[in-house]
């Protein structure tokens, strides 16, 4: 157990569809990273919080959003869903920002989508 | 824009033996490399790093090299285990250090 809890473990779902993933980041841990792992794909940066604000942005998609709430747990917006999206979405937390020789990333067991 | 690249999507290695991982960069800013191993339904766990200003670093059985004039690392792990069969990520931080870059990874099999 790496501390970081992703809800739910598996989900699936149809295309148009809107879902949300959930990040409990481990204790202590004021950053958190979500990253798309799609079939044959290494892992997708998609947008860091840090104690609640927007610190970095990737490839997200203008139909996904996410969120860091005041008692650190994030969640991940995923809206009008189409085939493609399909894929394991992981967060990941750290104790800071940057510099990651001293902030390695902790990641949780990832939420795996499936939208038919 | 793929600036970390494994470009050897699996490896088969025979059990006692060396298994070597490639991974290549584009970014000569990089200044900071790690490997993830990820396990199956789990998530990518921290396995070892290396700064720049280092051409190699040792941790048990795995071993990091860094030739930055190539910008290619690579990651040694001898004895090679049964338990060592997992998906291997390079990655190096990027955009200020606020994210880590992770290539496509190499999914290393160890036969008995």
């Known amino acids: 157990d790496s501390g970081v809890t992703q809800t739910p473990k598996h989900l699936i779902t149809a295309t148009g569809q809107r879902v949300t993933l959930r990040c409990s980041p481990r204790?202590?841990?004021?950053?958190v990273y979500w990253y798309q792992q799609s079939l044959d794909q290494g892992l997708q940066f998609l947008i860091q919080?840090?104690?609640?604000?927007?610190?970095a942005k990737g490839n997200i998609l203008e139909r996904f959003s996410a969120q860091q709430f005041p008692d650190l747990h994030s969640e991940l917006n995923l809206s009008s869903l189409e085939l493609g999206d399909s894929a394991l979405y992981f967060c990941?937390?750290?104790?800071?920002?940057?510099?990651?020789?001293?902030?390695?990333?902790?990641f949780g067991a990832g939420s795996r989508l499936t939208v038919l | 824009d793929q600036q970390v690249k494994q470009n050897s999507p699996s490896l088969s290695v025979q059990e006692g033996r060396i298994s070597i991982l490639n991974c290549d960069y584009t970014?000569?800013?990089?200044?900071?490399f790690l490997w993830y191993k990820k396990y199956p339904a789990e998530g990518p766990t921290f396995l070892i790093s290396?700064?720049?200003?280092?051409d190699k670093n040792e941790d048990g059985r795995f071993t990091v090299f860094l030739n930055k004039s190539a910008k290619h690392l690579s990651l040694h792990i001898v004895p090679s285990q049964p338990g060592d069969s997992a998906v291997y990520f390079c990655?190096?931080?990027?955009?200020?250090?606020?994210?880590?870059?992770f290539g496509q990874g190499t999914r290393l099999t160890i036969n008995p």
């Open positions: 990941a937390s750290s104790s800071g920002t940057g510099w990651f020789g001293a902030n390695v990333l902790t």
């Open positions: 204790s202590g841990d004021l950053s």
């Open positions: 919080y840090y104690n609640g604000e927007e610190r």
């Open positions: 970014n000569s800013m990089f200044d900071y």
């Open positions: 290396i700064s720049s200003i280092k």
């Open positions: 990655a190096a931080p990027n955009q200020g250090a606020q994210k880590l870059v």
